[in-house]
Every structure is written in C-alpha cells, then in structure tokens.
Nanobody, 122 residues
Framework: QVQLVESGGGLVQAGGSLRLSCAAS????????MGWFRQAPGKEREFVFA????????SYSPSVLGRFTISRDNAKNTVYLQMNSLKPEDTAVYYC???????????????WGQGTQVTVSS
C-alpha cells in the first residue's frame, strides 16, 4: 500500500515557476515508477511526466519538454516536479501516482494522490 500527498501548488504568473512535491508513505516507494498527471477543467486527466524507480529513466509529454523536470529522492520517499516557464494552459489539478514496473502505461498506475491546484495567470 502506498499513500501519496501532493503539495506545492498555487497561483503564479505566466513565465513563473513552481515545484510540486509528492510525499509517499510505505516502505516500497523505491520499487515504483512515479508519475505526474494533470486535469484541467472540462478535460480528461493527462499524463505529464514519469520517473523510474531508480531515477535513471523518464518519460514526458511533449507539451512540457524543456520546461518541466522530474526527480525523486527515495531516501525521503518524495518525487518532485519542477515547472518552469509556466503557461496559462498549464493550469490544472496536478496528481502524482505510483505504478509497478518500468514506466508503465497509465492503466497500470495503482495509487493516486488527491491533487494540488496549479493556476497560471496571463
């Protein structure tokens, strides 16, 4: 069992930065791929970024290429999403999730956090 709690969301102007954190409970955190997803009002939840259990492999949405980075600290059971050059279209609720295996498809994510709101003003 893994419980996830996101933090770090907020209101920021376009071009600004935020760092989201996702704290996990459970002794097996280091065995999971960790992912970030987001859901804007009226839209489906979409994949943003994921990182393998070792941190050596990542996958990302082209929409965040060059602006967002992901990292994890297995000693702290925490995964981070650094978001730079934010755009109004990045406005969404951001969720972290955990899945077994190496960068699996979305359907394999078993555990989800409650989400944190990110609002980017123009």
């Amino acid at each position: 069992q893994v419980q996830l709690v996101e933090s770090g969301g907020g209101l920021v102007q376009a071009g600004g930065s935020l760092r989201l954190s996702c704290a996990a409970s459970g002794r097996t955190f280091s065995r999971y791929t960790m992912g970030w997803f987001r859901q804007a009002p009226g839209k489906e939840r979409e994949f943003v970024f994921a990182i393998s259990w070792s941190g050596s492999s990542t996958s990302y949405s082209p929409s965040v290429l060059g602006r967002f980075t992901i990292s994890r600290d297995n000693a702290k059971n925490t995964v981070y999403l650094q978001m730079n050059s934010l755009k109004p279209e990045d406005t969404a609720v951001y969720y972290c999730a955990a899945a077994p295996g190496l960068l699996p498809p979305r359907s394999k994510y078993e555990y989800w956090g409650q989400g944190t709101q990110v609002t980017v003003s123009s």
